[in-house]
C-alpha cells in the first residue's frame, strides 16, 4: 500500500460493509503503512533510540529494571533513599544488557560510588533519565510546558497531555490529582486530556461494583463539567468542549471505566459532549467491551447525543 492510500483507505472504511476479520486485516495493512512512512521520516537520533528500545524489548530483565527505575526514581525524599532504591534495583535485576559498553560501566560504577557519594551520583542518574525520556515525558510546571504546546499549536498538532504519576495512596491525594487535573481543563493552552480512574479515585472495589461506579461517576461530573465550561474557540467563532479521554491499564479497571463513561455521558447535561475512552489491546474483555460500546454510542446518537471516540 502506498503512503497516498491511506485517506482513500480511511474513506473506504467509512462507507464499506467489511467482515470482522477483513476489517482487521486493513488495519494490520493500514498500520503497516503508517509505520512505513513514520520510519521514513525518522531522524539520527529518533534512529539510534529507536534501536535501543528494540534491545529492550529483547532483554526482559533490563526492561524490568529500567521500569522500575523510572517509577522510582524520582520519588525518595533524600538522595540516599534514592541510592539504596538503585543499589536494591541493580541487585535484583543487574545491569541491563541493551545500554551500550560505556553506559553499562557507568551504571555500575553509579551503583558502587552510591553509599558513599549519593549527593553526587543520584542526581546524575536522574539527570540522565530526564534527558532520555524528554521527547515524550514533559515537565508540568507551566514555563516549561506552555511554550512546547503552543509550538505544537503552532504546527498543527493536538497535544494529549497524559499527567504521570497516577499511584495514589488515599481519598486525600486522589482529590489533589482531580483538582490538577481540572486545573489543566482551565488552561487555553490545554484542550485534550488523559486520566484514569484510578487516579482521581482511591477507593475501587470490584466486589462493590454498583457503588464505585457511582462514585466514579461524581469525579467524571467535576471533569466533563469542567471541558464544558473552558470550552476552546475554534476559527470559525464557535466554542467546542475540551477533550477529556479515559485511559486504563489494569483489567481491575476496564468494566468500571467504561460502564462510568457510559452511564454519564448518557445523562441530560453531557448528551453533547463528545469525549473518549481507550482499551487497552492486552486487556482480556477488551473486544467484548468495545462492542458494546460500539453498540451504545449508536443508541446515544439515536437518542440525539454527540459522537463518542475510541482508541486501543
Given at each position: 500500500?502506498?503512503?497516498?492510500?491511506?485517506?482513500?483507505?480511511?474513506?473506504?472504511?467509512?462507507?464499506?460493509?467489511?467482515?470482522?476479520?477483513?476489517?482487521?486485516?486493513?488495519?494490520?495493512?493500514?498500520?503497516?503503512?503508517?509505520?512505513?512512512?513514520?520510519?521514513?521520516?525518522?531522524?539520527?537520533?529518533?534512529?539510534?533510540q529507536a534501536q535501543?528500545?528494540?534491545?529492550?524489548?529483547?532483554?526482559?530483565?533490563?526492561?524490568?529494571?529500567?521500569?522500575?527505575?523510572?517509577?522510582?526514581?524520582?520519588?525518595?525524599?533524600?538522595?540516599?533513599?534514592?541510592?539504596?532504591?538503585?543499589?536494591?534495583?541493580?541487585?535484583?535485576?543487574?545491569?541491563?544488557?541493551?545500554?551500550?559498553?560505556?553506559?553499562?560501566?557507568?551504571?555500575?560504577?553509579?551503583?558502587?560510588?552510591?553509599?558513599?557519594?549519593?549527593?553526587?551520583?543520584?542526581?546524575?542518574?536522574?539527570?540522565?533519565?530526564?534527558?532520555?525520556?524528554?521527547?515524550?515525558?514533559?515537565?508540568?510546571?507551566?514555563?516549561?510546558?506552555?511554550?512546547?504546546?503552543?509550538?505544537?499549536?503552532?504546527?498543527?498538532?493536538?497535544?494529549?497531555?497524559?499527567?504521570?504519576?497516577?499511584?495514589?495512596?488515599?481519598?486525600?491525594?486522589?482529590?489533589?490529582?482531580?483538582?490538577?487535573?481540572?486545573?489543566?481543563l482551565t488552561d487555553k493552552d490545554c484542550d485534550y486530556i488523559s486520566v484514569k480512574i484510578s487516579a482521581i479515585f482511591s477507593q475501587i472495589h470490584l466486589v462493590a461494583f454498583e457503588e464505585t461506579v457511582k462514585l466514579i461517576q461524581e469525579r467524571l461530573r467535576i471533569l466533563y463539567r469542567a471541558a464544558i465550561t473552558n470550552a476552546v474557540t475554534l476559527p470559525d467563532g464557535s466554542r467546542k468542549p475540551k477533550f477529556v479521554n479515559l485511559d486504563m491499564e489494569e483489567y481491575r479497571d476496564l468494566h468500571m471505566t467504561a460502564e462510568a463513561f457510559k452511564r454519564t455521558l448518557m445523562e441530560d447535561e453531557f448528551m453533547q459532549l463528545e469525549a473518549g475512552i481507550v482499551l487497552q489491546a492486552y486487556l482480556p474483555d477488551s473486544w467484548e467491551e468495545q462492542m458494546k460500546l460500539c453498540a451504545w454510542a449508536k443508541e446515544r446518537v439515536e437518542q440525539g447525543g454527540r459522537a463518542s471516540k475510541y482508541a486501543w
Open positions: 500500500m502506498t503512503d497516498s492510500s491511506i485517506p482513500d483507505m480511511m474513506a473506504e472504511a467509512r462507507r464499506g460493509q467489511w467482515t470482522d476479520q477483513q476489517l482487521a486485516a486493513k488495519a494490520v495493512e493500514l498500520a503497516e503503512s503508517i509505520l512505513k512512512q513514520s520510519n521514513a521520516g525518522m531522524r539520527g537520533k529518533e534512529k539510534r535501543q528500545m528494540e534491545r529492550m524489548m529483547n532483554d526482559p530483565a533490563g526492561k524490568a529494571f529500567t521500569l522500575a527505575l523510572a517509577d522510582r526514581v524520582f520519588r525518595p525524599s533524600s538522595p540516599a533513599r534514592g541510592a539504596e532504591l538503585f543499589r536494591y534495583l541493580l541487585d535484583g535485576y543487574g545491569v541491563p544488557r541493551y545500554l551500550s559498553a560505556a553506559d553499562r560501566f557507568a551504571m555500575k560504577m553509579g551503583g558502587r560510588f552510591s553509599a558513599q557519594f549519593p549527593g553526587v551520583v543520584m542526581p546524575m542518574i536522574t539527570s540522565q533519565l530526564r534527558k532520555e525520556s524528554s521527547n515524550v515525558i514533559l515537565p508540568a510546571e507551566d514555563g516549561k510546558l506552555r511554550p512546547h504546546l503552543r509550538r505544537r499549536r503552532k504546527g498543527g498538532i493536538r497535544m494529549n497531555i497524559n499527567q504521570l504519576g497516577e499511584a495514589i495512596l488515599g481519598e486525600s491525594e486522589a482529590h489533589h490529582r482531580l483538582q490538577q487535573v481540572v486545573d489543566r
